[in-house]
């Protein structure tokens, strides 16, 4: 009797298939490339302009160039040249030429933002570098277009006066009160690296510069041994002849050990704690 008639149905047996071999291949990956300085800087470049605030901060700066030479070539008809239009602009710019310094190092820490650039550039050294370039940058091509702004001024103020152009400062004058602006760029930049917070580091600039030279001017008057080394120890002694004239010998040097108290040995001390302190 077949299994039909009993009422049992046959088992089937499942086809058993082989499956096919699985082809594996080896890729082999490779870690990423760096990100290259040419692009954090113009990262960095492009966040100066993002913000509000940076945006007015370096629109002040032609701003001020306009002010000061209009200031000028208003008030200064009896003695028009163009040293007067570049030490007009010189002022302003050994105010917002520091900010901007400051700013751009601080933003890291009082917008959170380190967070997210330190992720994804780990290497700390490398993002203040591409800072500084940017700041340098921001700062020499700021005094070409005051230098230009001066320049009209000098030749418009000229014409109203009523009397020919003088022009009495040769390029080598002009490149002083570029190294001097830059200095003073330099020490925003420094306190930006050594404080890292914005308020606090304007505040410490405002007493580098407006607080600290009355205070070391008063100390050379009263004390002759100190009169005799201020130039050593105070930065606005040899700063100051950086806009008024050319620097002899020795003044090259007391620049050279004033800038190295002030700018070398506060950086290095920025520099090593910024890049062992935690970010938050």
């Known amino acids: ?5 009993t009422g049992v149905l046959p088992r089937i047996q499942p086809e058993i298939t082989m499956p096919e071999p699985v082809l594996r291949r080896r890729v082999r990956t490779t870690a990423p490339a760096p990100i290259s ?8 470049l492009r966040k100066s302009f993002d913000t509000r605030s940076g945006f007015w901060l370096l629109t002040s700066i032609g701003l001020a160039s306009l002010i000061a030479t209009s ?12 040293s007067s239009f570049s030490l007009a602009i010189g002022f302003p710019m050994a105010v917002i030429l520091p900010m901007v310094a400051i700013l751009s190092v601080t933003s890291e820490w009082s917008q959170r933002s380190g967070l997210t650039t330190f992720t994804l550039v780990p290497h700390r050294g490398r993002v203040v570098l591409s800072k500084g370039i940017v700041a340098l940058t921001v700062a020499v091509a700021s005094m070409l277009l005051a230098f230009a702004v001066g320049a009209v001024g000098n030749v418009v103020g000229s014409a109203i006066a009523g009397e020919p152009s003088v022009w009495d400062q040769n390029p080598l004058e002009l490149g002083h009160v570029v190294l001097g602006n830059v200095l003073v760029l330099a020490v925003g930049f420094t306190l930006g690296v050594l404080i890292r917070n914005s308020a606090g580091a304007i505040v410490a600039y405002f007493v580098y510069a407006f607080v600290l030279p009355p205070i070391l001017d008063l100390l050379a008057a009263s004390q002759a041994w100190f009169s005799d080394l201020r130039a050593w120890v105070d930065p606005s002694v040899t700063q100051h002849e950086l806009f008024h004239g050319s620097l002899t010998g020795e003044q090259w040097a007391q620049l050279g050990v004033t800038s190295a108290i002030w700018l070398a040995v506060p950086l290095t001390v920025g520099l090593w704690t910024l890049l062992r302190s935690e970010v938050k």
């Open 1 to 5: 009797m077949t299994s039909v008639a």
């Open 71 to 82: 200031v000028v070539v208003v008030f200064a008809r009896v003695e028009m040249a163009y």
């Open 37 to 44: 300085l040419s692009r954090m800087v113009s990262v960095e």
